[in-house]
Every structure is written in C-alpha cells, then in structure tokens.
C-alpha cells in the first residue's frame, strides 16, 4: 500500500462493522477527519460517548455483517474504507470476503489473532486493499519499551536494522534526528533517534593506519563480544576454562622436549582425549629401555589422561541430555547464576514470544510463564515455566528488573502485578489492558504502574489502515502514539519529489528509512536533502493524523526564508555555481533564480530550517552575504 494521490480522494463513507471497545475508538478518531460514519453491529452497542451514539443515531444498522443484504442497507458498496472489528476473527474473515464482493476498491482493515497469521498472510497477498491487523502484535514494541531494563537503550526494529531512541544530548547530528512528537507535555526532553550505518566498519584504511591496525581492532572487538558471556559464568567455570587452556600450553611444551613441537600437540591432544597407551608408546618411541622413562613423566601423563577422561565423560553426558531433550521433550529449567537481572513475561503467549525475541536480541535474560508447556522456542536465554509458582520459587533471591503481565484478564494481570510489585519493588512492571481506556490514569492510580491499553494504541493503527497505509508496529512514546508505517511510493503518489525535509517539517512525520529499488542496503534516518521517488519504500513515525494530511495533500507551509546579498563582483564561474546551489536547495529552474544575483539585498523562497542550514553552508563558502529570517505567519496553512 502506498500514499494516495489527492485526486483519488472521495467523500465516501467509512464502515466500521463491530462496535464494541475498539470498534468506538476507531469511530471516535474519525471524527476528526469529518468524513461520513455507518455502523454495523449485532444489537444496540454499549456506548461509551454520547457524541458518537448521536453521530450514528441515523447510519447504524442492526445484523450480521456477513450477510449481503446487511452490508448493502449499511453502504458497504459505496464506503471508502470498511473496518471488520468483531471479537471474532473468524467472522471478520467472512465478513471480508462479503465486502469486497460488493465493493471491488474499498480499504478492508480485518482484525485477526494470531491463530490465524498464516490465513491473514494469505489473504493480504491474494486479494489487494485488505489488511489483516492483530491488535496484540502490534503493541510488541510500545509494551518491549515499556520493560526494557534501565541498562538497555530503548530501540526499534526497521529494515532489520535496530534505531535506538534515546532522550539525550545530540552527539552527532549526520548520525541523529529528533523525533517529533506533536502535543508532547511541557519540559519533556526531546526523543533522538540514533543509528550508525553498518557499512562504516567496512571503509578502506583511514591514512596511517596499517592492516596490523585493522588485526587489532578486529581482536580487540573480539574480545570485548567474549566479556560478557565470561561474565554470565560461575568463577567455577570461569577458572574450569583457565586451567583446560593451561594444561594445553603446558602439555605442548613439556612434550615436545623428545621429538618436536609436533608430537607435543598430538601427544596432548591424545591424552586430553581420555586415551593412554597411543600417545605414550609414541613418547617412548625415541626410549631404549624403561630405566630411562622420568617418573615425572608417567605422573604427568596419567594425570593429563585422567583430566581428558572427565572431559569426555562431560562431553557425552551433554549429548546425550540434548538426545533425551530433543526426543522426550524433558528439559530442566535453570537460570544462570549470573548476568543481568531477567525480565519476568506471564502469559501473552505470541505475544510474549515476540516481546522475548526483542529483548534477547539486546543480551536481555527472559523468563516466560506459559501454562501448558513450551510453545516451541527454543532460545537458550529465554527460559520457560508452565506456572508462576516454579519461576517465582527459582528466581528466589535473585533481582528482576521488570515484569510484564499479558493476560486477556486485566483483574487477574493487577492481582499479580499489585503481588509481584511487594515482591520486587525496584523492578518496572506493566500490565496489558485489552478493553480498559483510561490506561494512564488507571497506572497512577495503582501507584505507578504502566497500564498499556490495546484498544488505544492499535485504533490508530486500523484508522491509519483504512486509509491504505500499512502499519507495522505502534510506539508510545511521551503520550503520544507513534505508528510505524512503510509507504510504497508509486508515479503518481502525491510524496515523489518531495524531499525529506519538506515531508517531514510539511506533516509532521518522522523519517526512519528509505530503501531504493538499486540499492541492497537501507538508508537510516535520510538526510534532509533526500528527493523521493518512485519506486522508493520509506518507513517513517507518525500519528494518525499525520497520515490523513498526507493523503489529503494539505502540508504545512514552510516558514523560513534567506536573506541574501552579493557581496562585489563575483566571476562568471562563482555566479553559476551560486545559481546552481539556489536551484538546487530551493527546488527550482536555475532560471527562476537569477534575479537574486544582481548583488542587492533579497529574500528567497520559503524553504525548511534544514535546507536552509545547508543552504547558507553553501553559499557562505561561495561568498555570499546570507542570514536566516524567520516569518512565523508563514506557518500557517492556507
């Protein structure tokens, strides 16, 4: 799905079938776009704001939104978009298939579960305008951001590249970009995105250095990877490995003394081994008679052979528990004894798995509770138990820095977190709320909980989606709701030729990623001179309403110009070259520009903070006289 161009736009209606929690939620963000509003449901819904049982006192209609004859007295065949939000994934399926019988070119938003993934997938692919959207997927990355340990950096996935997000101060600007977040609370610091690009670790040899200098740099980042799995070990095993290395270093150099180096390494990889008689006939190979054989000698062997036994005997017993593992499906929980301080995940089932997979990612220790057994993952640093009481009884005694409650039951999930909270008092715990509003108030209530509400970070999500957006993950950041949303951009999108600056200072957006058709790598955080065209797929932050301007084609102005002047006679050269960085910054003919050349004072175009930063770099370096003027009334759109 891509940004539609404004002259497809329609006063259609849009459809919302199912008009329970999320299903009003939605209706209530479409208020603010002004467009018409019908209503499918099964009996009279419980409403929960007036203005919206007013709004569609004369648009509701009463039935199953699977059949034909509902659809059509609801508009279904004339709707711009339809939102199938029944509780029942299975009925939303069918639903589906009815509407876009009746109407070929609607936006169809089906809400799914996770049960049934591989049917969405498949319905998505087969049938063009359908989006399939699991409202507990979706909140994966506001609810892995919400338990994220204070020692790991709050990130988001994007093009399988990781985007930290951090609030602190501005290290490089080439390699950052602040998130904006429209109507965030007075005094809050600003949100950064950060990101380096992978390829800067493969740049050629920076003068001076030599290949010796990229040895040891690549040694030294060895090393610094080996650190922290040496600090997850016991002293136990850390002094364990120490010793098997010296017993190596030292068996090559005493047993080589008779016939060379060569025989030292084979002779004590043989008796590390477990064998005996091999590597000591080969010792006495050079011997001639038993009265020249060092007592030393056989103690040592017997010794480096008894050591090799107990290696052996260890390397067996792990296979075969493996074997066992992997046959029976019997596997010992334990935790390690050392390492970070784990996060705790009960229930949630998909949804804890891939929270898991987020925080693993990071190093981060989790420990899931899942009733009924092992789901099937088979990450060795998430460790499972079927019920709360046997994690709670092996993390006894050892910190937890956060715990997260994903149970369908809010009542139960704030039994246990209110428990777990006396428990671990240090530790940051949030709870899932599916239907639950007042998420905010309800955590401060509670004494600083983090109450995350389904119904409001993914109703941005579905209206975004009726809109032909494609969403891939919701952010809360700040109280605002951030969506992550990848546009395809086609010929006639109404994005192409815009640059990124202009995009993002026009609708208030956030650009993560740009991938071009030519290119193998993604381009993190574009810079602001960026043009897009089409062909591109441009993943950026944004709210709902930042969507809708960009489908309506109505951006912000921009609000800043340059006050410019020639300063003495420049050479023909310069004042080409002048002309070409005017046109090029601005975005016009070079011939609309030449009346700012004749060496008086003038103003340019309005243009974006960003490319005026770049463009008084550049004409300030060719000699011209240029400031930054700043008219606010140019802000407002007309």
């Known amino acids: 799905m891509s940004a539609l161009p404004a002259d497809r736009l329609s006063p259609a209606p849009v459809l919302v079938c199912g008009l ?15 467009l018409p509003l019908h209503g499918v449901d099964l009996r ?16 509701l ?3 199953d939104m699977r ?15 339809v939102l199938l939000l029944s509780a029942d994934s299975t009925i939303n399926f069918e639903a589906a298939l009815q509407v876009r ?49 204070a020692s790991m950096q709050a990130s988001v996935e994007v093009d399988g590249q990781f985007i930290q997000l951090s609030d602190g101060p501005v290290q490089d600007l080439r390699h950052q970009k602040q998130v904006r977040l429209p109507g965030s609370p007075s005094g809050s610091p600003p949100v950064w995105l950060s990101a380096r690009s992978p390829q800067l670790n493969r740049d050629p040899l920076a003068p001076g250095q030599t290949r010796r200098h990229r040895a040891l740099a690549w040694l030294r980042s060895r090393v610094r990877k080996v650190r922290p799995w040496l600090r997850a070990r016991t002293r136990l095993q850390r002094w364990s490995v120490g010793l ?10 005493i047993f080589s003394q008779v016939g060379g180096w060569k025989q030292g390494v084979f002779v004590t990889l043989g008796l590390l081994k477990g064998e005996y008689v091999d590597p000591v006939n080969l010792l006495l190979a050079d011997i001639t008679g038993m009265e020249e054989v060092s007592g030393w000698l056989i103690v040592g062997t017997l010794l480096y052979s008894l050591v090799g036994t107990l290696l052996t005997s260890a390397l067996v017993a792990v296979i075969l ?20 301080a784990p996060v705790l995940l009960v229930e949630g089932s998909a949804l804890a798995r891939r929270i898991a997979q987020r925080l693993r990612r990071h190093q981060q220790l989790v420990v899931r509770i899942q009733p009924g057994g092992t789901d099937g993952s088979q990450d060795k640093g998430v460790v499972q138990f ?33 428990a777990l909270q006396q428990r671990w008092p240090e530790a940051g715990i949030a709870v899932l709320a599916h239907d639950f509003g007042a998420a905010e108030p309800l955590g401060e209530l509670l004494g600083g909980l983090a109450v995350i509400s389904t119904v409001d970070l993914v109703a941005d999500a579905v209206v975004a989606a009726a809109f032909g957006e494609r969403v891939e993950g919701v952010l809360q950041l700040q109280g605002s709701h951030l969506l992550i949303v990848r546009y395809r951009l086609e010929e006639r999108d109404n994005l192409c030729g815009l640059n990124i600056s202009r995009l993002e200072n026009g609708y208030g957006v956030t650009g993560v990623s740009l991938r071009r058709p030519r290119h193998r790598e993604p381009i993190l955080l574009p810079p602001p001179e960026l043009v897009l065209a089409a062909g591109d797929q441009l993943v950026v932050l944004a709210t709902a309403a930042s969507l809708r301007s960009i489908e309506l084609g109505n951006p912000v102005p921009p609000r800043y110009r340059l006050r410019i002047q020639f300063q003495g006679i420049l050479s023909p050269e310069r004042r080409f070259q002048a002309q070409q960085s005017l046109a090029r910054w601005i975005g016009c003919l070079p011939g609309e520009v030449v009346h700012l050349l004749d060496g008086e004072k003038h103003l340019t175009p309005p243009v974006d903070r960003e490319i005026c930063d770049l463009l008084v770099d550049d004409l300030r370096r060719q000699g011209v006289d240029c400031t930054l003027d700043h008219d606010a009334g140019l802000g407002r759109s007309t």
């Not at 009279?44 to 648009?59: C, I, K, M, V, Y």
């Not at 089906?110 to 959207?133: C, F, I, K, M, Q």
């Not at 074997?323 to 390690?336: A, C, D, I, K, T």
């Not at 709360?388 to 246990?416: F, I, W, Y």
Request: hydrophobic letters at 45%.
């Open 321 to 340: 528990e493996r074997l066992l593992r992997e046959r029976l499906g019997v596997e010992r929980m334990r935790l390690p004894r050392r390492g970070p």
């Open 67 to 81: 059949l034909a004859h509902v659809l059509r007295q609801a508009g279904a065949e004339g709707a711009s978009a």
């Open 61 to 63: 209609t009463h039935g």
């Open 386 to 418: 079927g019920q709360l009481e046997e994690a709670l009884q092996a993390l006894e005694g050892r910190p937890v820095s956060a715990v997260g409650l994903l149970s369908t039951d809010l009542l139960a999930n704030l039994e246990a977190a209110m």
């Open 244 to 253: 098997l290395i010296l017993l190596v270093l030292a068996g090559v150099r």
């Open 20 to 34: 329970g929690a999320l299903g009003q939620a939605c209706l209530q963000r479409l208020l603010a776009f002004d």
């Open 101 to 149: 019988l009746l109407n070929p070119t609607a936006e169809i938003v089906v809400r799914s579960t996770s049960r049934l993934a591989d049917l969405g997938a498949l319905l998505e692919h087969r049938l063009p305008g359908v989006a399939v959207v699991d409202p507990i997927l979706l909140c994966a990355d506001a609810i892995t951001t919400a338990l994220r340990p």
């Open 44 to 59: 009279q819904p419980n409403w929960r704001d007036p203005e919206l049982e007013s709004r569609l006192a004369g648009t």
